[in-house]
Nanobody, 123 residues
């Protein structure tokens, strides 16, 4: 019904940058908030950045000042600009859409996840 597709992951060296994209498609009327999580090997998934429909943003302390989340509502797409990447940023990055409302006004809102994209930072 609703799909989230991430792209932009890859292998980079410390200090380099990457830009992730997450496009939502399907039966969508509105999305309240979208954001990024990441999960490193052997660790729990953690939230790193979120942006609401009004443009408010929140960042985890570990990425504040290095990562920037942005949103293109016309495309139901969010981006994560990641600068000065470090080895500890290595993880699978997941996109999440919260409180998705479909064209059916009687339907309850729901959340959706993308399939993940690998980011590896290594020299």
């Amino acid at each position: 019904q609703v799909q989230l597709v991430e792209s932009g992951g890859g292998l980079v060296q410390p200090g380099e940058s990457l830009r992730l994209s997450c496009a939502a498609s399907g039966n969508i009327f509105s999305i309240n908030a979208m954001g990024w999580y990441r999960q490193a090997p052997g660790k729990q998934r953690e939230v790193i950045a979120f942006i609401t429909s009004t443009g408010s943003t929140n960042y985890a302390d570990s990425v504040e000042g290095r990562f920037t989340i942005s949103r293109d509502d016309a495309k139901n797409t969010i981006y994560l600009q990641m600068n000065n990447l470090q080895p500890e940023d290595t993880a699978v990055y997941y996109c999440k859409a919260k409180d998705i409302h479909t064209m059916d006004p009687s339907a309850e809102s729901f959340d959706a996840w993308g399939q993940g994209t690998q980011v590896t930072v290594s020299s």
